[in-house]
């Protein structure tokens, strides 16, 4: 398999995002205690705020009741698998934009951010940002998260919505 330069040049983000999400989450893990106390409150508005939560479950604490037998299976060995197989997608498959290429590397960044939280923290993964969400959807707050989960959420809605733009177009939203 030959190099390519134009595929490989994307995971800077990922290298840049796991780094970034581990240097902060040591910083918090580190300096502030856990669960439910308020770091700050970044604008003094209470609309963003910063505090250490941890999550032994995925995104909105889904399947915190989950048995700690099957919690390596499926929070740490599923999520590899598909990571790997996107990571596989990208690696043999043309489909993809420069955009898309920089979405999918955004996602690989922030899913590898959170598998190492589930493998080396036993207490969860951390969270630390806070935004208040006005009870949208029923939420006074937005569950905590963090810059893992950022990259995640954003980057899939780049590759959701260029995807969707692109077959609205009468393509299929990728290019070589």
């Known amino acids: 398999m030959k190099f390519n330069k134009i595929k490989a040049l994307p995971f ?11 240097m902060v989450k040591s910083f918090i893990v580190k300096n502030w205690p ?14 963003l ?16 009741g989950v048995s700690d037998n ?16 996107l990571l596989w997608y990208y690696i043999k498959s043309n489909d993809f934009s420069v955009l898309q290429r920089w979405a999918v590397a955004g996602i690989i960044g922030g899913g590898i951010g959170n598998i190492l939280d589930r493998i080396f923290r036993p207490d969860g993964v951390v969270d630390f940002i806070s935004v208040k969400f006005y009870g949208i959807f029923g ?20 590759l959701i919505l260029t995807m969707l733009i692109g077959a609205g177009k009468g393509g299929t939203g990728t290019a070589a």
Do not use: M
């Open 34 to 47: 856990r669960e439910g106390t308020l770091i700050k409150d970044v604008f003094n508005n209470d609309v």
């Open 12 to 22: 800077i983000l990922t290298g840049l995002i796991v780094l970034a999400d581990q």
């Open 139 to 158: 939420f006074e707050r937005w569950p905590t998260f963090n810059i893992a989960d950022s990259s995640v959420v954003v980057c899939c809605i780049i």
């Open 70 to 85: 099957l919690r390596p299976i499926l929070f740490i060995i599923l999520p590899l698998a598909v990571l790997g197989f």
């Open 49 to 64: 705020q910063i505090w250490h939560v941890r999550n032994k479950a995925i995104a909105f604490s889904l399947g915190a």
